[in-house]
């Protein structure tokens, strides 16, 4: 069943704080998470949760959702895009991405619907993929087919730019670290990298007027696609 309230704007703080001990759940317990030590941790009763979410499966889609929506959308507004604006839209949700995809409570996300795929267990690895990548792809298209209709990138499609702005953004990071890589990587490392794949994708996608006279080259590995990866 999905999540009875799906967006962070339809969320309380109360429904927030509630979210938010399911998130440190799973990362303390993994996949035996269940309504009871839900209720028990953000003390409210099962039946408030059975009512906000509409049971298990809810519940984990709308702390995927919750997890998502700390990458934040980039507005889209025609009449004010610029090639300073663009670089800094994309700079945004790049860096969002990268905290979010590096926090101790995605990798535990990822590791559980990792492990979960291809058994008969909750399927959360598809509630990962349909409100991480899908819902960030969804998000991301309006600015890409903005920024080109102002003649700023080109591109064939939205979703072609986005698999390419993925895998510069994401690159290997994520793998590493379902593997167990403790490197710790500071806001600085994380904001680097983010203006690197920006200034890359704009080397690839990016229209004569916005494309960096000089940007960092992407290798192959690093225009990987988005169906390798997860949140």
């Given at each position: 069943?999905?999540?009875?309230?799906?967006?962070?704007?339809?969320?309380?703080?109360?429904?927030?704080?509630?979210?938010?001990?399911?998130?440190?759940?799973?990362?303390?317990?993994?996949?035996?998470?269940?309504?009871?030590?839900?209720?028990?941790?953000?003390?409210?009763?099962?039946?408030?949760?059975?009512?906000?979410?509409?049971?298990?499966?809810?519940?984990?889609?709308?702390?995927?959702?919750?997890?998502?929506?700390?990458?934040?959308?980039?507005?889209?507004?025609?009449?004010?895009?610029?090639?300073?604006?663009l670089v800094?839209?994309?700079e945004q949700?790049?860096?969002?991405?990268?905290?979010?995809?590096?926090?101790?409570?995605?990798?535990?996300?990822?590791?559980?619907?990792?492990?979960?795929?291809?058994?008969?267990?909750?399927?959360?690895?598809?509630?990962?993929?349909?409100?991480?990548?899908?819902?960030?792809?969804?998000?991301?298209?309006?600015?890409?087919?903005?920024?080109?209709?102002?003649?700023?990138?080109?591109?064939?499609?939205?979703?072609?730019?986005?698999?390419?702005?993925?895998?510069?953004?994401?690159?290997d990071l994520?793998?590493?670290?379902?593997?167990?890589?403790?490197?710790?990587?500071?806001?600085?490392?994380?904001?680097?990298?983010?203006?690197?794949?920006?200034?890359?994708?704009?080397?690839?996608?990016?229209?004569?007027?916005?494309?960096?006279?000089?940007?960092?080259?992407?290798?192959?590995?690093?225009?990987?696609?988005?169906?390798?990866?997860?949140?």
């Open positions: 069943m999905s999540a009875i309230l799906p967006m962070d704007e339809a969320l309380s703080e109360r429904q927030k704080a509630v979210l938010d001990a399911a998130l440190s759940l799973l990362v303390e317990d993994g996949d035996k998470l269940t309504m009871t030590a839900v209720a028990r941790r953000a003390s409210c009763s099962k039946e408030t949760l059975y009512k906000w979410f509409g049971g298990r499966d809810g519940l984990l889609t709308a702390t995927v959702q919750w997890q998502a929506a700390k990458v934040r959308a980039v507005p889209v507004r025609r009449e004010t895009l610029c090639p300073e604006s800094q839209g994309l949700f790049a860096s969002d991405w990268l905290r979010v995809i590096a926090s101790r409570t995605s990798i535990a996300l990822n590791r559980v619907a990792v492990g979960q795929a291809g058994t008969d267990k909750h399927d959360l690895g598809l509630i990962v993929l349909e409100n991480g990548p899908v819902a960030l792809r969804a998000r991301l298209r309006p600015f890409l087919e903005v920024a080109r209709e102002a003649g700023l990138l080109e591109f064939d499609t939205a979703d072609e730019a986005f698999g390419t702005f993925f895998g510069l953004v994401v690159r994520q793998i590493r670290l379902l593997l167990g890589d403790r490197t710790p990587i500071t806001d600085a490392e994380i904001d680097r990298d983010a203006r690197r794949a920006t200034q890359q994708f704009l080397s690839l996608h990016g229209a004569q007027s916005t494309a960096p006279a000089t940007a960092p080259a992407a290798s192959n590995n690093e225009r990987g696609n988005v169906h390798a990866r997860v949140l």
